[in-house]
């Protein structure tokens, strides 16, 4: 079972970074020229990493995993980290996913055609054939796309890192499940949650609410709603709440109670889909 990603990239060539969306000058030159200092990072974090020497790739996955690591120690929030992270060209794999930017695989899956690998669970995966620059131009170009995506309300986030984020933060959304549940339950509540009567239903509620409080891409299914809106916030924590995705105290109960007629309807989906209900 895949969660994947189908957005149409921007045609225009511009890659001028306007530095408004997280992107730095100076890490235009941090990018590391050899890949031990990165491989050791990963290695250290219990990640298996194969960037196929794409270093700027790598780059972008340590920059994400440092928001993530800076958020748990700042909110006390338990967001993991996933378990592989591949770059691969998505021509090899079953399911037509060439229009994607990256994966992020739910459950221990054969991916690859002509093959009987089998692809753990929470492992993430970026695309070559469409994140194909590398060096700065990979940045650069991650920025435009993610500029113009956030313009067209495809993308949540116009943060350079925000098609990164976002796979992890499937991952982080099946921690989180496998933390509560049973591998088995974990299993049925993916299965009944991306079962087609379960989308359409779902679209029928929430479709345009979601598209114009998130993105148009996070309508598609509640998983997407969940890791649009996380990964939206990951990358810009000051600006966001993160009540529905943590743990309730008693004083959020208390207020919640008081203010059971106001509570938002997209929020108690997303609470309720982070937590495994069905809405
Ligand atoms: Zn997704």
Not at 16 to 25: A, D, I, Q, V
Not at 217 to 227: D, K, L, M, R, S
């Amino acid at each position: 079972m895949m969660i994947n990603y189908i957005n149409k990239t921007s045609n225009r060539n511009r890659y001028n970074p306007t530095f408004k969306s997280g992107l730095t000058k100076d890490m235009l030159y941090q990018i590391p020229d050899n890949n031990v200092y990165i491989n050791k990072y990963f290695k250290k974090n219990n990640i298996n990493v194969d960037f196929k020497n794409n270093n700027a790739i790598a780059y972008c996955c340590f920059q994400s995993l440092e928001y993530i690591k800076l958020l748990n120690k700042k909110l006390g929030s338990n967001f993991g980290l996933p378990n592989q992270i591949i770059v691969e060209d998505f021509n090899k794999l079953k399911g037509n996913l060439n229009d994607s930017w990256g994966i992020c695989n739910l459950l221990p899956t054969k991916l690859y055609k002509n093959s009987d690998k089998i692809v753990p669970e929470r492992t993430v995966m970026f695309n070559s054939n469409l994140m194909c620059y590398k060096d700065k131009s990979l940045l650069e170009y991650m920025n435009d796309v993610a500029e113009f995506q956030k313009q067209e309300n495809i993308e949540s986030s116009s943060h350079f890192l925000i098609k990164f984020m976002h796979e992890f933060a499937h991952s982080i959304h099946e921690e989180n499940l496998q933390r509560k549940y049973s591998s088995l339950k974990v299993v049925k509540i993916i299965k009944d949650f991306l079962n087609p009567d379960n989308i359409r239903n779902f679209q029928s509620q929430f479709s345009n609410g979601i598209s114009q409080k998130i993105c148009k891409y996070a309508a598609v299914n509640p998983f997407e709603t969940v890791a649009c809106d996380l990964s939206k916030k990951i990358l810009n924590p000051s600006e966001e709440k993160f009540d529905v995705y943590m743990k309730e105290n008693i004083f959020q109960k208390i207020f919640k109670e008081k203010d059971k007629h106001n509570e938002n309807k997209i929020d108690t989906l997303i609470k309720n889909t982070w937590n495994g209900k069905m809405f």
